[in-house]
């Protein structure tokens, strides 16, 4: 998946399957919509599961690394909140 300005293109092993501007949806030649729509999915899934993941380990640093001297979750740990949060990507 690539993004420009205004423009959003697919891919399916490194091939393009299509392509999302501000005026139009265009599949690839020789491509079927449904394998276009799927690779669309799965490219979107594949995105928000790095978002989440990302923003997990932001989460987890600062517990280990901005909440010196502050304890927000009771008698927890700084390093096993980290961890906590860490271990939540495993479910």
Do not use: W
């Not at 005026?23 to 079927?32: A, F, K, L, Q, R």
């Amino acid at each position: 998946m690539t993004f420009q300005p205004y423009t959003t293109t697919f891919h399916q092993e490194a091939k393009e399957v299509m392509l999302i501007t501000a005026d139009s949806v265009t599949v690839t030649p020789g491509v079927s919509v449904d394998d276009a729509a799927a690779a669309v999915i799965a490219a979107l899934e594949q995105h928000m599961r790095n978002i989440v993941a990302a923003e997990r380990e932001a989460c987890a640093k600062v517990c280990e690394n901005e909440m010196t001297g502050v304890n927000p979750v009771g008698d927890i740990a700084r390093e096993d909140c980290a961890a906590a949060i860490r271990a939540r990507s495993k479910e």
